[in-house]
């Protein structure tokens, strides 16, 4: 099956549990200096952000949001400015659902049930969807190995010749250096984004963490990236999604009900 605009939709929810989560990331504590020069280091580790307009990928999901298991696996799309496209396919029929829009109007549509969410912000439907709430942008720019979009942290401190932590006065980025400086992870609000096993600049695999203190609840899911293409022509049609006129509306509070990416071999909500 093939997606409007080039984008395949091989990905099929999983019936597994899912393995333990990995270590978390351990940061460094202590005594700190300026950073000699900070817009080198961001230059070494996310310069690359700055000429990505396209990204696809394959996303491998699992994890928790509060007491609901998540898993699944997605075919992604995303264009400048702030466009996406989310697709979850079985191994046979119709998707699970398919996400397609901008930041502040974007269409769910739940093929087997046909039953659609229309002209709702992106970041209120992946939030039902994955427990986290993130932009377009946001999303893109993480599968992409980035804090942000445009991130321009100025303040930079070092701990010891290895690591370095960097602010732009609403986000916090980590970075290390092995062969070349790396982020590992940024932190803004009350989430944090770990990034691993990188190739080059670019990660594969995300941890999305909330801390059980947070009003908003446990978070820990993550994120396997794989067949990843940047700046491949994606037209408008990758970003629509056509529904029948009689299709079924649905509330956001009913998306998050029927958590259509809640693991099927017995998460609880």
Known sequence: MRAPGGLTAIAVLAASVACGPPPALKLPSGPSAPLADTQAVLQD???????IQSITAELGLSGRAGSTKLRGRLQAGFAQPSRLRLEAVAPF???????????DRTTLWLPRDARVLRDTPAADIVEALAGFS??????????????????????GVAFGTDWAQVSDG????????????RLVETEHDDLSVEFADHRGAQPGRLRIQRTAGSDRGPLDVRLAISQVETNVPLGPEAFAVETPKDATPMTLD????SGPLRDSSGGTR
């Open 93 to 103: 029929g119709a998707p699970f659902f398919v996400v397609a829009g901008s930041a």
């Open 254 to 257: 009913e998306l998050r009900q």
């Open 134 to 155: 993130a932009t377009p942008d946001d999303l893109a720019a993480w599968v992409e190995g980035c804090p942000s979009a445009g991130f321009a942290g100025t303040n």
């Open 45 to 51: 580790a996310i310069g690359h952000c700055a000429g």
């Open 170 to 181: 609403r986000r916090t980025v980590w970075l290390r250096k092995t062969d070349r400086w």
